[in-house]
Nanobody, 116 residues
């Protein structure tokens, strides 16, 4: 099983990015899918979850309603739309998929840098 993130890059403060996470070897509809991030010197931080049936989304308070998690079952892909980005959002962003059967998959991460 594999998760591949993409969509990171350099963006100015106030800008937007959409991260993608494409799964292979398993279907996202059987897994809760999560986004995390990690900044240098800090612990990995949970950001958002979309449930396996797609009916529920949850967000960390730090996202302040600026981030939206979604998915495309046909493409087996999860997204994180990030708006009004701030320099403190600079981090490596990771995708994660977990199931009740114990599977726990992580992507390699994608760098997001918010700077003028």
């Amino acid at each position: 099983a594999l998760l591949v993130e993409s969509g990171g890059g350099l963006v100015q403060p106030g800008g937007s990015l959409r991260l993608s996470c494409t799964a292979s070897g398993f279907t996202i509809s059987t897994h809760h899918m999560n986004w995390y991030r990690q900044s240098p010197g800090k612990e990995r931080e949970w950001l958002a979850t979309i449930s396996s049936d797609g009916t529920r989304t949850d967000y960390a308070p730090s996202t302040n309603a600026r981030f939206t998690i979604s998915r495309d079952i046909v493409k087996n892909t999860v997204y994180l739309q990030m708006n009004r980005l701030k320099p403190e959002d600079t981090a490596v962003y990771y995708c994660n998929g977990i199931s009740g059967l114990g599977s726990d998959y992580w992507g390699q991460g994608t760098q997001v840098t918010v700077s003028s």
